[in-house]
């Protein structure tokens, strides 16, 4: 259950941004946090990007690095008024990542970030649904979230983390296997990567050609 903070890191974003770039050091830094997910993909320039829970486009700027036909998609007006500020050339879609207003077969990657575990389980296989549908065939699904760490001295300050910030969706994420969810539910090729002293997991998933 998480206490006043998680309020407060909405209100005031730069406090929740200041723990985290303090965290990305078990990774090498807030830009390599932020580019993850990305590691090994051959993002092309004319390729259809979804920064899918963007916020305040943390991660958008790195996607509009690599091409030029990015879009961003998230709930909150005004994590996106900020997100058009910082990147007025990138299109931002306020809409809920349940019910996404794209076509079909539309993108060519998916990318989301920290995202999968403020949903429940109902809401995160309704919303791998519709990555499924928005993306063509062969397109790729990459994802940067929380896990549960493997060594014992990670556990206090990430349960604390979790205790001030996150709610209990965080902690019900943690008991799960992401690519095992993903192979039932019929994505190929997954690939999952530890990070940050195995606190954070990239999940790197391809839906079938055919």
């Known amino acids: 259950m998480a206490t006043f903070l998680r309020d407060w890191s909405y209100q005031y974003p730069w406090l929740y941004r200041s723990i985290s770039?303090?965290?990305?050091?078990?990774?090498?830094?807030?830009?390599?946090l932020r580019r993850l997910p990305l590691e090994g993909i051959p993002i092309h320039s004319q390729d259809r990007v979804l920064?899918?829970?963007?916020?305040?486009?943390?991660?958008?700027?790195?996607?509009?690095?690599?091409?030029?036909q990015v879009t961003g998609l998230d709930a909150s007006p005004k994590a996106l008024k900020v997100a058009r500020q910082r990147l007025p050339q990138v299109e931002f879609v306020e809409a809920f990542a349940q019910a996404m207003p794209f076509p079909d077969n539309w993108?060519?990657?998916?990318?989301?970030?920290?995202a999968l575990h403020e949903l429940t389980p109902s809401e995160r296989e309704q919303v791998l649904q519709?990555?499924?549908r928005v993306l063509k065939p062969g397109g790729g699904l990459l994802i940067l979230d929380l896990h549960a760490p493997q060594q014992p001295l990670i556990w206090p300050g990430l349960a604390l983390f979790l205790?001030?910030?996150?709610?209990?969706?965080?902690?019900?994420l943690l008991k799960i296997d992401l690519p095992e969810e993903l192979q039932q539910q019929g994505w190929q090729n997954i690939r999952q990567t530890f990070h940050g002293l195995g606190a954070l997991q990239v999940v790197q998933a391809q839906k079938p050609s055919i």
Do not use: I, K, M, N
């Open 21 to 32: 770039r303090v965290a990305a050091l078990t990774v090498g830094g807030y830009r390599r």
């Open 51 to 68: 920064d899918l829970c963007c916020g305040p486009a943390e991660v958008t700027p790195v996607l509009a690095e690599l091409s030029q």
């Open 107 to 114: 993108f060519d990657w998916v990318h989301t970030s920290l």
């Open 130 to 132: 519709e990555v499924w």
């Open 163 to 172: 205790t001030l910030f996150e709610t209990d969706t965080a902690w019900e």
